[in-house]
Protein backbone atom coordinates (compact mmCIF):
# COMPACT_ATOMS: atom_id res chain seq x y z
CA UNK A 1 0.00 0.00 0.00
CA UNK A 2 1.27 3.33 -1.33
CA UNK A 3 0.45 6.38 1.27
CA UNK A 4 0.82 9.82 0.86
CA UNK A 5 0.86 12.71 3.33
CA UNK A 6 0.46 16.24 2.45
CA UNK A 7 0.77 19.87 3.99
CA UNK A 8 -0.84 21.58 1.77
CA UNK A 9 0.98 24.87 2.16
CA UNK A 10 2.77 26.97 -0.16
CA UNK A 11 6.08 25.88 1.75
CA UNK A 12 4.82 22.40 2.07
CA UNK A 13 5.23 19.12 0.70
CA UNK A 14 3.76 15.72 -0.60
CA UNK A 15 5.22 12.78 1.08
CA UNK A 16 5.24 9.27 -0.19
CA UNK A 17 5.59 5.90 2.20
CA UNK A 18 5.33 2.61 0.34
CA UNK A 19 4.58 -0.47 2.08
CA UNK A 20 4.53 -2.02 -0.65
CA UNK A 21 8.42 -2.62 -1.12
CA UNK A 22 8.71 -3.82 2.91
CA UNK A 23 7.70 -2.40 6.43
CA UNK A 24 10.90 -0.41 6.76
CA UNK A 25 9.69 3.68 6.98
CA UNK A 26 13.07 3.89 4.92
CA UNK A 27 10.70 3.06 1.89
CA UNK A 28 9.47 6.91 1.27
CA UNK A 29 9.92 10.11 -0.73
CA UNK A 30 9.58 13.39 -0.47
CA UNK A 31 8.44 16.23 -3.03
CA UNK A 32 8.12 19.93 -2.30
CA UNK A 33 5.15 21.35 -3.38
CA UNK A 34 5.17 22.51 -6.63
CA UNK A 35 4.92 25.91 -7.39
CA UNK A 36 4.91 28.36 -10.18
CA UNK A 37 5.50 32.23 -10.45
CA UNK A 38 2.49 34.34 -10.89
CA UNK A 39 3.12 38.54 -11.25
CA UNK A 40 5.53 40.00 -9.67
CA UNK A 41 5.28 38.99 -5.99
CA UNK A 42 4.70 35.53 -4.94
CA UNK A 43 4.00 32.53 -6.52
CA UNK A 44 1.15 29.54 -6.21
CA UNK A 45 0.78 26.19 -5.98
CA UNK A 46 1.32 24.63 -9.48
CA UNK A 47 -1.99 22.26 -10.07
CA UNK A 48 -0.43 21.04 -13.27
CA UNK A 49 2.66 19.36 -12.01
CA UNK A 50 0.87 18.53 -8.91
CA UNK A 51 -2.00 16.94 -10.59
CA UNK A 52 0.60 14.73 -12.60
CA UNK A 53 2.31 13.84 -9.06
CA UNK A 54 0.04 12.24 -7.74
CA UNK A 55 -1.59 10.48 -10.60
CA UNK A 56 2.24 8.85 -11.32
CA UNK A 57 2.63 7.37 -7.70
CA UNK A 58 -1.10 6.53 -7.67
CA UNK A 59 -1.22 6.14 -3.96
CA UNK A 60 -4.08 4.10 -2.10
CA UNK A 61 -4.67 6.81 0.65
CA UNK A 62 -3.80 10.81 0.33
CA UNK A 63 -4.00 12.43 4.28
CA UNK A 64 -4.06 15.91 3.74
CA UNK A 65 -3.71 18.41 6.92
CA UNK A 66 -7.09 20.49 7.46
CA UNK A 67 -6.45 24.07 7.21
CA UNK A 68 -7.81 26.90 8.78
CA UNK A 69 -7.75 30.78 9.38
CA UNK A 70 -5.67 31.22 12.51
CA UNK A 71 -6.90 34.69 14.65
CA UNK A 72 -4.86 37.89 13.22
CA UNK A 73 -4.28 36.15 10.06
CA UNK A 74 -5.05 38.72 7.04
CA UNK A 75 -7.23 37.68 4.38
CA UNK A 76 -4.95 36.97 1.70
CA UNK A 77 -2.84 34.63 4.00
CA UNK A 78 -6.08 32.81 4.49
CA UNK A 79 -7.46 32.78 1.21
CA UNK A 80 -4.16 31.41 0.18
CA UNK A 81 -5.06 28.52 2.56
CA UNK A 82 -7.85 28.04 1.53
CA UNK A 83 -6.86 28.02 -2.07
CA UNK A 84 -3.97 25.15 -1.40
CA UNK A 85 -5.65 22.74 0.57
CA UNK A 86 -8.84 23.02 -1.81
CA UNK A 87 -6.52 22.10 -4.91
CA UNK A 88 -5.46 19.30 -3.45
CA UNK A 89 -8.76 18.08 -2.51
CA UNK A 90 -9.87 18.51 -5.74
CA UNK A 91 -7.28 17.31 -7.90
CA UNK A 92 -7.23 13.92 -5.12
CA UNK A 93 -10.91 13.49 -5.82
CA UNK A 94 -10.67 14.19 -9.74
CA UNK A 95 -7.72 11.21 -10.07
CA UNK A 96 -10.24 8.87 -7.79
CA UNK A 97 -8.20 8.86 -5.08
CA UNK A 98 -9.14 7.81 -1.86
CA UNK A 99 -8.50 10.77 0.59
CA UNK A 100 -8.64 11.80 4.13
CA UNK A 101 -8.80 15.28 5.67
CA UNK A 102 -7.09 15.27 9.47
CA UNK A 103 -6.77 18.15 11.88
CA UNK A 104 -3.13 19.01 12.82
CA UNK A 105 -4.03 18.84 16.45
CA UNK A 106 -5.53 14.58 15.48
CA UNK A 107 -2.35 13.65 14.39
CA UNK A 108 0.08 15.43 16.24
CA UNK A 109 -1.50 13.99 18.96
CA UNK A 110 -0.06 10.32 17.52
CA UNK A 111 2.86 11.68 16.31
CA UNK A 112 4.22 13.28 19.09
CA UNK A 113 3.96 10.76 22.07
CA UNK A 114 6.58 11.96 24.13
CA UNK A 115 8.48 14.33 21.94
CA UNK A 116 10.03 17.74 23.49
CA UNK A 117 9.78 20.98 21.40
CA UNK A 118 7.12 23.05 20.12
CA UNK A 119 5.72 23.76 17.05
CA UNK A 120 7.89 23.21 13.37
CA UNK A 121 11.05 22.21 15.50
CA UNK A 122 8.82 18.95 16.88
CA UNK A 123 7.80 17.47 13.86
CA UNK A 124 11.16 18.12 12.33
CA UNK A 125 12.86 16.40 15.22
CA UNK A 126 10.06 12.98 15.17
CA UNK A 127 10.39 13.36 11.62
CA UNK A 128 14.15 13.14 12.05
CA UNK A 129 14.16 10.24 14.75
CA UNK A 130 11.59 8.03 12.34
CA UNK A 131 13.43 8.67 8.72
CA UNK A 132 16.64 9.21 9.87
CA UNK A 133 17.58 9.60 6.13
CA UNK A 134 15.24 12.02 5.16
CA UNK A 135 16.44 15.14 3.87
CA UNK A 136 14.64 17.52 6.71
CA UNK A 137 16.91 20.83 6.44
CA UNK A 138 15.82 23.55 9.29
CA UNK A 139 13.13 25.70 7.55
CA UNK A 140 11.35 22.57 5.40
CA UNK A 141 9.28 21.60 8.26
CA UNK A 142 6.46 21.07 5.11
CA UNK A 143 8.86 18.10 4.70
CA UNK A 144 8.62 16.30 8.08
CA UNK A 145 4.46 17.09 8.35
CA UNK A 146 4.24 15.42 5.03
CA UNK A 147 6.25 12.87 6.09
CA UNK A 148 4.73 12.32 9.68
CA UNK A 149 1.04 12.35 7.44
CA UNK A 150 1.97 9.66 5.70
CA UNK A 151 3.41 8.06 8.90
CA UNK A 152 0.08 8.89 10.47
CA UNK A 153 -2.09 7.76 7.70
CA UNK A 154 0.16 4.44 7.65
CA UNK A 155 -0.78 3.64 11.34
CA UNK A 156 -4.31 4.56 11.47
CA UNK A 157 -5.89 3.47 7.46
CA UNK A 158 -3.57 0.22 6.81
Excluded: N
Amino acid sequence: MKICGVDPGLTGAIAFIDESLGKSLADFTIVDAPRMKVGRGGGALSGTVLAATLRDAAPDLVVIERQQAMPRQGVSSTFKIGYGAGLYLGICIALGLRVTVVHPRVWQREMYQGAEGEGKDRSLFVARLLFPTADLPRGKSGRADALLLAEYGRRKFT
